[in-house]
């Protein structure tokens, strides 16, 4: 089963310094693991670094810019616990929480 096309949330992801600092307006990079293009265009300039969000995505696959990666696309960070699963209208399957 691919999750390709898939709604992904992250709860409680705290931002670090260097993923701030190696942001673009375009993407930032959550947890080394994760290359999260941004919904809204930069949007890193309204981060901060310690904080933690809920973030949410879609999954693009595989990232062809390091192996072992994934890109999300569409991410938007909100503020932690803002985002509770299931939604209203969806279930597990179509908004897994990692």
Do not use: H
């Not at 705290?14 to 941004?38: G, H, P, R």
């Amino acid at each position: 089963m691919s999750f390709n096309g898939q709604v992904f949330v992250f709860k409680n992801i705290m931002i670090a310094d260097v993923s701030l600092k190696n942001a673009t307006e375009d993407y930032i990079w959550v947890q080394s693991m994760i290359k999260c293009i941004f919904l809204e265009r930069g949007s890193a300039s309204k981060l901060k670094a310690g904080q933690k969000y809920d973030v949410v995505g879609v999954n693009g696959g595989i990232c062809q810019d390091y192996s072992g990666t994934l890109v999300f696309d569409g991410c938007v960070f909100l503020p932690a616990g803002a985002v509770q699963i299931p939604a209203e209208g969806a279930s597990a399957l179509t908004l897994p929480s990692y």
